[in-house]
Each structure stands twice: as C-alpha cells, then as structure tokens.
C-alpha cells in the first residue's frame, strides 16, 4: 500500500486518500484549514484510529499555518480549534491522545513565537506519524508469532494501512505473517454500513496480493461451524484499563462466536489506543452516526420512509473473550495492561 496520509510542510496541505469513494476511485481530499479537518474526520474521508491521530496531528499544524500572527489573541483561537478537533469523534482515543501530545510541546514552551509553534509541531507530527508505523511493525513481528501457515484469519472492519499511519494493526499481524512466509487467507466480514470490510480491507490486501474473501457479517457464525477460521485478529478504537476493547460494532458478536468455537480472538492496538483513565468498557463513549448510513445504499433509499434506525458505530468485547492483546510492547493477556499504567 502506497502512503495514503501526505502532508506537505511548504505549503501546508494535507492530502488524504478519499476512502469515501475506495475501492471504485483513487481520489485526494486536500485539507488546507483546521475545517477541513474536521470535516474529513466526520466524514470518514480518513478513518480507523490511529489514522484519525495522525491526522488530528497534523490538523494541529494547519491550525497553527491559518492562525494570524499579529493578532493578539492567537493562542486563543489556537486553542479552541484544537479543542474543535478534539471533539470530531468521541469513541477513538488516539485523537485526543494525539491532541494531547501536539499540546504538550506547547505547554512545555507556552511563550513560542506562532512560527516556531509552526515549526515544532510540523516536526512533532511528522515524528508521530512515523513513530505509528514503526509502532505497527513491531506488532506485526510479535503478532505474527500467534498465526500458523496455512491458516485463514478473519477480521472485521478495516484495521489495516489505511486505518493507521502505515502497515495496519491487525492487517498489520497479518502483513508480517506473509512476509515471514507464511500463507494466510483473509476473511473480511464486509462490516455494514460503512463497509470497511468489503471496500477497504479487501482493496489493501488485495493490492499487496495477500489473498481476501469478503463475507457477510452474519455468515460469522456459519463459517465458524464449519471450522472455517483458525483465528480471529481485529483493531481497536479505544481498549479500557481492564482490557475491554471497543471496536467497530459487530465485533463483541465475532467474539461471542470465537469463544463458543474456540477461535483465539485477539485484537491488535498500539498504546496510544489504551486509555488507562477509562477503567472499563462501560465507560467508553459509543459514537451514533447519521441514520442515512443505513437507510441509504449511495443515493438510494432501502429502508421505508420515517423508520426509526439505530446505527451505532463501535460496540466493546469485555476482557474475557479476548485471548490476547497484540501491542507494540508485546503480546499481552487484557490484565497484563494495567501493568503498563504508570509509563504512559
Ligand atoms: O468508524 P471507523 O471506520 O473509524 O472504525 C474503525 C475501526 O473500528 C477500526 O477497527 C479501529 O479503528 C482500529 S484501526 C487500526
């Protein structure tokens, strides 16, 4: 996978790769201003999160090359576009995990000139940037300890290159299994109604040749039956304290099914995906998306017209159906992570 997040310093301009409209048209969405940002963010033009921190991240930069130096209350509207920024989706913690971390190197100089706050945060986020794909790799060399050769893998919604700032979490386990030499199949349930599954998941491996079926989200518990998937590896939007993982929704109803077929469910994070101020996955904020999401297949209506819908994104696999989490520190049992509290 060619990189999918650009960002060019000399002008300012981050360019993303529309996952909108993937795998069908290869198109740049080009952000010039802490709105575009966010808008690209609620639109899910970029998605998966720590993609969304890496973009957050350099949302940071754009905010600080649109903000105009000679006014004095600078610092303010910087301030309160971060904040903006911060809010764009509430269930992925690597966006305020990567706010945070923009703000930081502020806080630590709060008397920088506008210009060198530009200059430090380009540096930051490029550091960021790639310190998630260095973070991805070395979770793809201890992840892919846990797969055999010849087994098939299924994953749910799109945890790969796209989903991060390079090479993927779960797609990432998977990435380095196959350049280990071992041969993997990929199953992608198809993960309605955003179908990062069928659209994105199977448009990243397919590209890189790692072979992808795209299934239905409720074929899970027949192909499970009939011993059809060896393991189970997904990403995570936010993992509690007590190493409950929310993720896209759908996956606590793959994890159910791994765990009455005993399939090994393992999901795969970086860090900056673990909030330790959140102690358990009942309180981790689910984010509900626009109706239309489900009511609507491109520019037409399937559902009956003044049907109520629910179409919340993400739902949380409690810590006991979780075999392992893979993580760039290695691979840990859900209650080894508390452990890890006081580093970070
Ligand atoms: O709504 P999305 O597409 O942002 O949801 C993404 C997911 O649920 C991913 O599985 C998760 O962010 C992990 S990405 C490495």
């Known amino acids: 996978?060619?990189?999918?997040?650009?960002?060019?310093?000399?002008?300012?301009e981050l360019h993303l790769l529309d996952q909108r409209l993937l795998p069908g048209q290869e198109e740049w969405f080009i952000c010039r201003t802490a709105k575009d940002i966010i808008f690209a963010l609620q639109e899910m033009v970029v998605r998966g999160a720590p993609a969304i921190g890496?973009?957050?991240?350099?949302?940071?930069?754009?905010?600080?090359?649109?903000?105009?130096?000679?006014?004095?209350?600078?610092?303010?509207?910087?301030?309160?576009?971060?904040?903006?920024?911060?809010?764009?989706?509430?269930?992925?913690?690597?966006?305020?995990?990567?706010?945070?971390?923009m703000r930081r190197v502020w806080r630590d100089r709060p008397h920088m000139s506008l210009e060198d706050l530009r200059q430090v945060w380009t540096e930051q986020a490029m550091a960021l940037h790639?310190?998630?794909?260095?973070?991805?790799?070395?979770?793809?060399?201890?992840?892919?300890?846990?797969?055999?050769?010849?087994?098939?893998?299924?994953?749910?919604?799109?945890?790969?290159?796209?989903?991060?700032?390079?090479?993927?979490?779960?797609l990432g386990v998977i990435r380095a299994a196959v350049e280990a030499g071992?041969?993997?199949h990929v199953l992608a349930n198809e993960?309605?109604?955003?179908?990062?599954?069928?659209?994105?998941?199977?448009?990243?491996?397919?590209?890189?040749?790692i072979p992808v079926t795209v299934c239905c989200d409720n074929a899970v518990g027949l192909l499970m039956t009939r011993g059809m998937v060896q393991a189970v590896i997904v990403g995570a939007d936010r993992v509690a304290a007590n190493g409950d993982a929310a993720n896209k929704i759908g996956t606590y109803t793959v994890a159910v099914l791994a765990k009455r077929h005993n399939v090994p469910f393992y999901v795969a994070a970086p860090f900056s995906t673990?909030?330790?101020?959140?102690?358990?996955?009942a309180d981790i904020p689910i984010e509900k998306?626009?109706?239309?999401?489900?009511?609507?297949?491109?520019?037409?209506?399937?559902?009956?017209?003044?049907?109520?819908?629910?179409?919340?994104?993400?739902?949380?696999?409690?810590?006991?159906?979780?075999?392992?989490i893979i993580t760039e520190k290695g691979v840990l049992k859900p209650d080894q992570l508390i452990s890890f509290r006081s580093e970070f």
């Open 130 to 170: 790639r310190q998630d794909e260095a973070n991805n790799r070395t979770m793809g060399v201890h992840g892919a300890t846990l797969l055999r050769d010849n087994d098939t893998v299924m994953t749910h919604c799109n945890a790969g290159a796209l989903a991060t700032g390079a090479y993927g979490t779960a």
């Open 289 to 324: 998306r626009t109706p239309r999401e489900v009511t609507h297949i491109q520019d037409k209506m399937i559902t009956p017209p003044g049907v109520p819908v629910l179409n919340f994104a993400f739902d949380v696999t409690p810590a006991e159906l979780i075999a392992a």
């Open 191 to 209: 993960t309605r109604p955003f179908l990062q599954g069928a659209r994105l998941t199977a448009y990243e491996l397919s590209k890189d040749n």
């Open 1 to 12: 996978m060619h990189p999918h997040i650009r960002f060019t310093p000399e002008n300012n």
């Open 274 to 281: 673990i909030d330790f101020a959140t102690a358990s996955g």
């Open 182 to 184: 071992k041969r993997i």
């Open 54 to 101: 890496v973009t957050a991240a350099y949302g940071c930069c754009l905010v600080a090359a649109t903000a105009d130096p000679v006014s004095p209350g600078w610092s303010r509207q910087v301030d309160q576009e971060l904040n903006a920024l911060a809010a764009t989706r509430p269930t992925a913690v690597n966006l305020t995990w990567a706010v945070d971390q």
